[in-house]
Structure formats: C-alpha cells, structure tokens
C-alpha cells in the first residue's frame, strides 16, 4: 500500500495527471452507476427517490466543504494553520449534516427518504473531512496520493452500495453498507497516508475559525448557490412533476457531470501555480495558462457534444432499458450547457486565486434570481425540455458574469504591475 500510494521518489506529472483523471472518473461516474444499478434491479420509482436525495445532499455538500478546497491549496503562504482548516470543516460538516435533515423535515419527505437523505448527509460528511486532509496534502504537491484514496474509496464504497441493493432491493440497507464502507476506508487510508506527513495533525483550534470562515464566505456561497443550481432542475421536476420524469432526466443529466469533473482534471493540477503566478505578478504566465485550459475544456465539450447527439440517446437507453428516442437534440443541448457550467467551476477557481470572491456571489446571486422567478414555469410549461432550457439560461448568464469580472481583474492586475515596473 505504501508503494501504490507514494511510489518512489518524487512523483511524476504523468502520475498526477493519471491518478487526478481516475479520481475525477469514479467520482463522476459514481451517480451514474448507482442509479443504473437501482433503475434495472429496483424500477423507476426507487430511481426517482434516490435522485432526488443524491441532489439534495449533493447540493448541501457546498455547506460541507465550505468550498474552501482552492482556498487552502492556494494557501502558499500559510495564512491559516492545518488545525484552522480543520475545526472550521469540523463545524460546517456537521451543519451540513443537520440542513440535510431539516430539508426532508421541511418538506415532509417519507421515512424511506429521510432515512435515506441523512445516510447519504453521513457519506457527505465523511467526504468533506476526508477533503481537508486532502487539501493539505495536495498543497504539499502530492496531488497524486490524494486522488488514489478517493479513487479506491468511491469504488468500493460504490461496489458496496450496488451489491447490497442488487441482494436487498432496499436503498436503506445499500446506503448504509456504502457509508460504513467509506468510514472505515477514509480512517485507514488516512493513517497511512499521515505517516509521511506527520505535520497534518488533526486538532481542535478554534482560534481563527470564525475569521476563515468569514473571508471564504463568498465561496462557500457562490459554491452552495452553484450546486444548488446544477441540481434545480431536477429539484423543479420534483416538485411540478413526477418520479418517471426525474429518473429520464437524471439519466440524460449524468454525462454532464463528467464534463465537469473532467474539466477539473484539467485546472486541478493547477491551482497551486496558478496561485504562485498571481502572488508573485507573473500576470502573463498566467494569462496564458488559463486561455489554455479554456480551449482544452472547449475542445473537450465539443468533441463529448458530437458523440452524445449521434449515439448518446441510443446507449444511454440501452444501458438503463429506457425509452429516449426523440430526445437526441435535448441531450446535445444538456452536454453543450455542462460545457458552459464546468466553465463557470473554473472562473469561480481563478476569481478564487485572485481573491476577489465577491464576484462569483455576483453571478450565483443572479442565477439564481432567474431560478427563482422562471424555473418552475418553464418546467411546467415544457417539461423535460423546458428543465433543460431554464439550466442552460442559468449557466450561460453565470458564465457572462464571471468573464466580465476576470476580464476587468486582469486588467487592473496588469495596469498595475506596469506602474510598479
């Protein structure tokens, strides 16, 4: 285990990149099996209840991390203490866990759903502490050890909830197998993987919790508001129309994710040096790394768009035994928009390192506005169409907001470093 984690020596950038990508991969993907696995073994009505929850705790998973990931990484300085970081994901997890349960509370959710939503709210949670240690670590350049712990974690945490469904039929039963899986994983693989940072210690270190919290703010909302409105969509079909519906929809949303999650394969090794250039005034360095990450991302968007209108309906159906012909120009028009959304994770990252968090409350705030007055009509008025349309709307008014704010911070970074040159 030492050897498949460290390997030996310093790492290379082909096993960072390979080991980010197979993270990124099974996490993506995660929701996608399972919900394959339930749609064949248990029906659409068991699908539909799990998507619903999988949403809600995905959504308040924001809560969770408080997005401060990029924040710690870029971190180079060390403003704030492990211990800092730690407490502070000690708090807002627990939060977390408690808005999970007031949510199903609220919204008079059955038993089997809000059992279902605090397990998940569970698995959450053992995500986001796990996510900390991670932070820490990958500030110390050892991306590759992190993302081999969560790939072997969602896979068997995964492989635990799709085998105890397939044997039970019962949700309950599968996430239970499948939080207990992660629990026990995360706890030994953190012990191996500390023996070569003996300076990652946990401790309780409230001193300067209340401050960090307060300057990632603008992130942790920007982050909460953006998963919130991935998820809104569905959340809309849930209200206005049935579970049949939700499971069609989820099933076409699911490639999006990968988009997204592929996308972050690509800036993630990044962020680091991103955040050494903008600190150090390297402003063209960076200019130059985040145009061409832009263009990767494109490019991937597009080729991922070609494939999916030509076969994606057909496989998808297929896979999961539903019907979706006729909806090959929807999905095309679902992947172009989850092109638009993984752009947004990335400029959210830059305004991030440039520390200028206020603007992604800015365009999470007025997409969800638009969320607010038009979703549900335009899921009521058009139905599946119509939750694809109101996502897209979302995401590209987002995109605008945060180009026009890089744009302008880049400006003024420049004008300035001139005058001091």
């Known amino acids: 285990m030492q050897k498949l984690f460290f390997g030996e020596g310093a790492p290379s950038r082909n096993r960072i990149y390979f080991w980010n990508l197979a993270s990124s991969m099974v996490y993506s993907l995660q929701s996608a099996i399972l919900l394959l ?8 009505f068991a ?30 300085r060390d403003e704030y203490s492990f211990s800092t970081y730690f407490s502070s994901r000690v708090v807002t997890s627990l ?33 986001c502490m796990e996510d900390v240690y991670h932070g820490e670590i990958e500030k110390q350049k050892r991306l590759d050890v992190v993302s081999i712990a969560v790939t072997v974690r969602v896979v068997l945490a995964t492989l635990a909830f799709c085998l105890i469904f397939i044997l039970t039929r019962s949700l309950i039963y599968a996430g239970l197998g499948m939080l207990l899986t992660a629990v026990l994983l995360v706890f030994l693989f953190n012990r191996l993987i500390l023996t070569q940072f003996p300076h990652v210690h946990a401790a309780w270190h409230p001193n300067g919790v209340l401050r960090l919290l307060a300057v990632t703010f603008p992130v942790f909302i920007g982050a909460i508001l953006y998963n919130y409105l991935v998820n809104a969509p ?27 999650i592929l996308s972050q394969f690509i800036f993630r090794p990044m962020v680091a040096q991103m955040g050494i250039w903008w600190q150090s005034g390297a402003i063209r360095e960076l200019r130059v790394s985040i145009r061409r990450q832009i263009l990767i991302i494109s490019a991937l968007t597009l080729l991922i768009v070609i494939v999916g209108y030509f076969l ?11 019907d979706l012909s006729g909806l090959s120009l929807l999905f095309a028009l679902l992947l172009v928009f989850g092109g638009i959304a993984a752009l947004d994770t990335f400029f959210s990252v830059v305004l991030t390192i440039m520390r200028k968090q206020i603007y992604i409350i800015v365009g999470y705030v007025i997409g969800y506005i638009l969320c607010f007055f038009f979703i549900d009509t335009i899921v009521s008025a058009y139905g599946l169409s119509g939750a694809g349309y109101a996502y897209g709307l979302i995401m590209t008014t987002i995109f605008i907001v945060f180009v026009i704010a890089y744009i302008v911070e880049m400006h003024s970074r420049a004008k300035t470093s001139e005058k001091v040159g």
């Open 312 to 322: 994606g309906c057909s496989v998808l159906g297929f896979v999961y035994g539903v």
């Open 95 to 127: 939060i977390m866990v408690l808005a999970c349960l007031g949510y199903a509370v609220f919204h008079q959710m059955d038993l089997e759903s809000t059992i279902l939503t605090f397990l998940f709210s569970l698995y959450r949670f053992t995500e």
């Open 37 to 44: 696995v339930i749609t064949r073994a248990g029906g659409l």
């Open 234 to 260: 569905k959340l809309s079909i849930f209200r206005v129309l049935d579970a049949q519906t939700q499971a069609i929809f989820n099933i076409l949303f699911m490639p999006i994710f990968v988009i997204n």
């Open 47 to 76: 699908a539909g209840t799990f998507s619903a929850v999988y949403a809600i705790t995905q959504t308040l998973t924001s809560l969770g991390s408080y997005s401060m990931r990029n924040y710690q990484v870029s971190d180079i």
